[in-house]
């Protein structure tokens, strides 16, 4: 059964195939420019490339999210390739194999979260690609990619919240830190890396044998 | 503007349309970074260009229209000479 994004994507194609034909038999044909051909003209230059832009912008936003676009930068490959390993214990790939997070845990654990959040995950994403087309990344010594701040334990506490009784002996104890954001979840001795460890693209092996912590 | 000028910014505008439906269409088959920027941004741009263009096209055809119309009542308000001048001048 097709979902949401693949439905949009299907309306955005048949609106620009739709837009695209009747362009072409204008130019190919040329017809005199008759208040009937205006009104073609019209809908193939109007209504139907909008629709296609419109409903693209959407099936695009959603494509975003889905970790396979991620991981389709080379230098994000290692870290979503771990979160889609079921074998994996990493508590990325813990995260993904619950079906809330599913094929989108990239962006449920990266995105920020409140009014805009949508909007500067975006903006973020726009310096990220940024970043990807303007740096050698296989330039030997380039250091892995970094998030631009540290990870947030607000968005751990999303779906952990700590006001709820019964907690750890930990949370109990740390929960004032946790929430003022000066220990980290994921910190060594919580619950440890989101991530493997970046390693060192092939052919510059021993270039840096431990990275900083990845996004 | 004449009408082949107009033709030819109606020409312009679907080139434009058929780059700006390229885009789109590339970063829908294929949902990477660059596509989806290029996409987002030239591919708006062009598709509103060409609409621009479009409309601008169509404006100038219009306005073109009735300054004919105009020219034409002007010329049918004019009093017609009368039969017989024609054959005094020939006289």
Redesign the interface.
Known sequence: MLDLSHSMTIVALAAAAGAAVLLVWYLLSRPALTRRVKLVLFAALGPLPITAALVGNVANFEATKERKFCGSCHVMTPYAADAADPKSETLASIHSKNPYFGQQSCYVCHADYGMFGTVMTKVGGMGHVWHYYTEDWDRPGHPPPVIHEPFKNNTCMQCHPQDRPRQPLEHQVHGRAVKGEQVACTAAGCHGRPHPPARPAPGREGARAEAPVAP | MS?SR??QR??R???L??A??GL??W??LQ????P??V??SM??LL?TL??AL?AYA?IA?LRERLARGRSGLLDASKPEPPPGDEGSKQG
């Not at chain 2, 949902?31 to 660059?34: E, G, S, V």
């Open positions: 009408d107009i033709e109606v020409r505008a679907c080139l349309a058929l700006a439906l789109i269409v970063s829908m949902p990477k970074p660059l989806v920027v996409a987002m591919g708006q598709g060409s609409l479009f169509v055809d």
